[in-house]
């Protein structure tokens, strides 16, 4: 799919099921940085728009499970992520040790997810360095997401109020396998969470900065004015 410009020097590349897999590229001098890893079969796209931005530096995954670090092993760069997920990037595993599909409500949901995260993922990334709330990343604020992974990560740009935030929210019914409403945002199901209530502190977190772009891990970016009430909604979900 073709890359979407999201923000100043922001662009983001959907793919694999159903275009849902969501890969951003933050220019960064001559090149970019690309901002989680999606899924194994992007990894020639992800390559090729990589190149198209002028070479990818480095990656830093929002977190470690299978739909976002699938391209990682593929790019041939410095890959970085929050100290907490370092173990969980670096395990063979595809699925993490916390989550619990047995609380999908969907009979033929739960049982084919096992294998959808065995085809996402590219199996174990070597991580080359950490990053801390408050670092710096290509003119964004590293701001830490803990719930749905412990060391799940965002990036924030005050200037223009623009919040990439891998899988802080869900835009999709991951039980059903659907998209939401439009406009609408929900916190991830707790099968997949580490902590499923200090998800949604986390959405408060987010809520809090009252972000006008809220780009996330799946389906298209969130847009409006003030995204504060539509977060603060999805918080209280589940």
Not at 2 to 29: C, H, P, Q, T
Not at 63 to 73: F, N
Not at 152 to 158: A, D, T, Y
Request: aromatic share 8%; with cysteine; charged share 25%.
């Amino acid at each position: 799919m073709a890359l979407e410009k999201v923000a100043d020097g922001v662009w983001l590349l959907r793919g694999d099921f159903r275009g849902s897999m969501n890969v951003y590229f933050i220019e960064d001098g001559d090149g970019v940085v690309q901002f989680d890893a999606g899924t194994r079969s992007m990894r020639k796209a992800v390559k090729k728009a990589g190149e198209q931005l002028g070479g990818i530096k480095r990656i830093v995954l929002g977190h470690a499970h299978a739909d976002h670090r699938g391209t990682g092993p593929y790019m041939g760069v410095p890959i970085l992520c929050h100290a907490d997920e370092v173990a969980d990037a670096e395990s063979d595993a595809a699925i993490a040790p916390y989550m619990d599909l047995s609380q999908l409500p969907v009979a033929w949901v739960r049982h084919l997810y096992p294998f959808l995260l065995r085809r996402w993922d590219g199996g174990a990334v070597k991580i080359d360095g950490t990053v801390a709330e408050g670092d710096e990343v290509a003119g964004f604020r590293v701001v830490h997401f803990p719930g749905h992974a412990p060391g799940l990560i965002g990036l924030w740009r005050e200037s223009d109020r623009v919040a990439l935030v891998s899988d802080v929210v869900y835009l999709v019914d991951s039980a059903r396998l659907k998209p939401l409403p439009e406009g609408e945002a929900s916190v991830p199901h707790p099968a997949w969470a580490w902590d499923h209530r200090q998800a949604k502190e986390s959405v408060r977190k987010l809520a809090a900065l009252d972000p006008k772009v809220v780009a996330p891990g799946h389906e298209h970016p969130l847009r409006a004015e003030s995204l504060r009430a539509t977060l603060e909604a999805a918080a209280e979900k589940h």
